[in-house]
């Protein structure tokens, strides 16, 4: 049951919620790539959250609700499809900061390119930007359990307001390096093997638990901390030359394109198709050929570390990290 509650929402995710962009090549050009939906909450550069005194006391919350809750209700969250963030409370203040990391251009799109036609070639569009979002407050609907029944609030650690300060610096300088959402954990074997890494939400929540701990937070280990893993099983990816292997990249990520006026049979053989085909994986700028290893992929609701507690009793075994090198070009 669980395995077939992975794959139904893998595919929805895959086929449903395609954003629309048009245009040219570059990848994450604001003149081709369009939101479907516009977060006023999320600014293009994330401001710091405003300076607070340095011993200001302020609870930090693990905040999870289903994914498109605003279309869907809870339907995701059941199958265990979350959004989270980091929630700030202010003790002293009574001032409240969400800290969270999502897709600019919708999920989607941070999962597959676009197709587009450009003087009759087609041509593969990644509209995939990623951004951090700074939030002077805490949506408190949207996160509430009493709205969303499998929503969630974490409490996590209690910091200092100079804690918080040096956050807001390192938010920033996160959203820098983190430039693009990345969907996949492309693994060998689930907590072993890590060949490419996943940078959604649920990353940048875990590195903000790790960050405040090595500024000086400490973690109760009875704390139950869990996030999605949606995951890509293979051997070892190998990297592709772009223009060689071109034909067969666009085949494959067309089999994802739902906006070609198809029928929902033909979207589904479209879907199916993909088992004939070669895989890819668009990562760090670069394509990968996978070969895919069983149960091939599988979205997982699992533990994640709580930094500074050991989590061997726990379902999740520590990552056995197997850096690829992203950067040596394939002959």
Request: aromatic content about 16%.
């Amino acid at each position: 049951m669980i395995q077939i509650k992975s794959i139904t929402l893998l595919l929805v995710v895959c086929i449903a919620f395609v954003g629309i962009c048009f245009g040219q090549l570059p990848d994450n050009d604001p003149q081709l790539c369009q939101q479907k939906i516009q977060r006023e909450d999320c600014p293009i550069i994330p401001y710091p959250f405003t300076s607070v005194d340095d011993n200001d006391q302020i609870e930090v919350w693990y905040l999870q609700a289903p994914i498109f809750e605003g279309m869907f209700g809870n339907f995701f969250g059941k199958l265990k499809g979350f959004h989270s963030a980091v929630g700030f409370y202010d003790l002293t203040t009574g001032l409240n900061y969400t800290a969270e990391y999502d897709a600019y251009y919708e999920v989607a799109n941070g999962t597959v390119p676009n197709i587009v036609n450009i003087n009759g070639t087609k041509e593969i569009l990644w509209c995939n930007a990623g951004i951090l979002c700074s939030i002077p407050f805490i949506n408190e609907t949207y996160w509430d359990p009493a709205i969303f029944s499998t929503a969630s609030k974490t409490y996590m650690t209690t910091i200092n307001g100079a804690q918080l300060n040096k956050f807001s610096e390192w938010m920033q300088e996160y959203n820098i390096s983190n430039p693009n959402y990345q969907t996949w954990d492309i693994w060998n074997k689930f907590g072993e093997s890590l060949w490419m890494s996943s940078n959604t939400c649920d990353d940048f929540a875990a590195n903000a638990f790790q960050y405040l701990f090595e500024i000086g937070a400490t973690y109760d280990c009875s704390i139950v901390f869990k996030r999605d893993y949606l995951n890509i099983y293979s051997q070892q990816p190998t990297l592709v030359d772009y223009e060689s292997n071109k034909d067969s990249i666009i085949k494959f990520y067309e089999a994802f394109d739902i906006r070609k006026g198809e029928s929902y049979f033909q979207i589904i053989e479209d879907i199916i198709s993909i088992i004939g085909l070669e895989k890819y994986i668009y990562y760090q700028d670069n394509y990968y050929l996978l070969q895919l290893n069983y149960p091939f992929l599988d979205l997982k609701y699992d533990f994640a570390p709580v930094p500074g507690c050991s989590i061997e009793k726990k379902s999740f075994n520590e990552k056995n990290y197997k850096v690829i090198d992203v950067t040596t070009k394939s002959k």
